[in-house]
Each structure stands twice: as C-alpha cells, then as structure tokens.
C-alpha cells in the first residue's frame, strides 16, 4: 500500500466518514481492538459510530511501514469528549474529558489492497478529566 493512499483513509477516517471503511477494508474484515474484536464492515461501522457520536476522534500517523501484504504505523489517537454518554465504549464520558491512544496498528492486505485484518496494539491509553487529572487505563476495552 502506497502512504498516499494510506494517508487518504486516514483523512477520511478523521472526517468521520463511514465510507472509508467500505472502500478500504473488505466486508469480511477482523478487527481485534485491544480484546475488542469486530467481524466484517457493519460492526466496525458501529463501533466507530458509537465513539463519534460523542467524541472527535484525531488519528495522527507518526510512522508508516508497508508492502504489497502488510501495512504498519505507530500513531497516536486523541479523543476529545464533546456530549455526556454513559453508553461510549469507553464507559460513562462527560464533556471536556479526553482520551490519548499511544500504539500500534497492523494491517494484513487483500491483493486488491483492501484490509483483510487489523489489529491494534496498546502502549499508553491515557485519561484525563476536565479538570486535568490524568490516569493511564491500560487496555480500554
């Protein structure tokens, strides 16, 4: 996979467009988040809904690897809470609250480029409410 390909799923993954997903992963894509594992387009399309219907989520790539199978980064994903919602795959979030994701993701290809699997790993998941108290959680879900 090519970085400017990469970097346009990215942008659009930023934008909270949903239909990134459909033209980047295959339908039958695994997705292991953590424990947290998704199966095929439509869970990872509710999964993400749930996060932004509450959250703004920025995925900033700091390192990029990849081949004609494999694509990597490092990254670092900041979630800033906007709405109350005791149902976020986080827990009970409140507004001015936010969320720092340090770690991994790989990505396996299709031959046509499309991610077959996709699995994220942790360095740092970091807390920190409105009023600056900040806790490492460990593995979110």
Not at 56 to 72: C, G, P, W, Y
Not at 124 to 137: E, V
């Amino acid at each position: 996979m090519e970085r400017a390909d990469f970097d346009t799923y990215i942008s659009r993954f930023n934008k909270e467009d949903p239909g990134a997903f459909e033209d980047y992963m295959a339908p039958d894509v695994h997705m292991l988040n953590g424990t947290l594992a998704l199966n095929g387009v439509a869970e990872v399309k509710e999964h993400y809904a749930r996060i932004w219907r509450s959250m703004r989520e920025s995925l900033n790539v700091e390192r990029f690897v990849s081949d004609e199978q494999t694509a990597a980064i490092q990254m670092h994903t900041h979630f800033a809470v906007l709405t109350e919602d005791p149902n976020s795959p986080f827990g009970l979030i409140r507004a001015g609250e936010t969320f720092d994701f340090h770690g991994l993701i790989m990505y396996r290809l299709r031959a046509d480029g499309k991610f077959a699997d996709v699995r994220v790993a942790y360095n740092s998941f970091i807390y920190t409410r409105a009023d600056g108290t900040a806790t490492d959680l460990g593995i979110p879900h």
